[in-house]
């Protein structure tokens, strides 16, 4: 098993160019979360997923960021415009039904200038 | 409700010696706490859970202590190596329904040869 798989691992983007983030979960799993990671905030969950379907996306920080799930093997999370603020380690995750461990990706690190 | 709260932010501990890391919580109907252990550039890893129906959970060097009524919660590293050196995140979820963690803020372990 590959684990969760995030790309890019790194990326670099000027202020008010769009960026998206990519992640496939483990086969099988039915829950996908996504977290971002700052020194400040520590990890904070902006959305996830069970069955494809969004159950909880209040800790999207604002309209700037969408994220999809259009099958059970892919997500996207989308950044339109991005700022400087959004700069943090962006964690994809999936879970395998209740009392299951969540198992992360090793993370975008994105960068806005 | 939805916190758990994690002490210390940092700790610094010589080689051999016990690591100590506490979590507090209000929700009661968390019944799930699992630790994940970071390594830079990596993301969180499961380490070891525990169930609120067990007061203690050992997997090697590494025990959780739970204190139901006191709501706390606590990873022991016992013999701490410089290996265990990395960010620690308490956590805890409802099995039913939601099967969202809730994370405490991190602890930074540094070991000492």
């Known amino acids: 098993d590959a684990g969760v798989i995030q790309s890019p691992r790194h990326e670099v983007t000027e202020m008010g160019q769009e960026v998206t983030l990519r992640c496939k979960p483990i086969?099988?799993?039915?829950?996908l979360f996504w977290y971002r990671q700052t020194m400040m905030r520590g990890l904070e969950l902006l959305i996830y997923?069970?069955?494809?379907?969004?159950?909880?996306d209040s800790g999207m920080p604002e309209d700037r960021f969408s994220a999809k799930m259009p099958n059970a093997s892919f997500s996207t999370l989308k950044i339109q415009p991005s700022e400087p603020r959004d700069s943090a380690v962006y964690f994809c995750?999936?879970?395998?039904?209740?009392?299951?461990?969540?198992?992360f990706g090793s993370g975008t690190r994105l960068t806005v200038v | 409700q939805q916190q758990v709260k994690q002490s210390p932010q940092s700790l610094i501990v010589q080689k051999g010696g016990i690591s100590i890391i506490n979590c507090a919580y209000e929700?009661?109907?968390?019944?799930?706490f699992p630790w994940y252990q970071q390594f830079p550039g990596k993301g969180p890893a499961l380490l070891i859970a525990?169930?609120?129906?067990?007061s203690e959970k050992k997997e090697g060097r590494f025990t959780i202590s739970f204190n139901k009524s006191a709501k706390q919660f606590s990873l022991h590293i016992m013999d701490s190596q410089p290996g265990d050196s990395a960010t620690y995140f308490c956590?805890?979820?409802?099995?039913?329904?939601?099967?969202?963690?809730?994370f405490g803020q991190g602890t930074r372990l540094t070991i000492n040869p």
């Open positions: 997923f069970n069955n494809n379907v969004p159950i909880d």
């Open positions: 929700n009661t109907a968390f019944d799930y």
């Open positions: 086969s099988g799993h039915n829950s």
């Open positions: 995750a999936s879970s395998l039904g209740a009392g299951s461990g969540y198992t």
């Open positions: 956590a805890a979820r409802i099995i039913q329904g939601a099967q969202k963690l809730v």
């Open positions: 525990i169930r609120p129906d067990v």
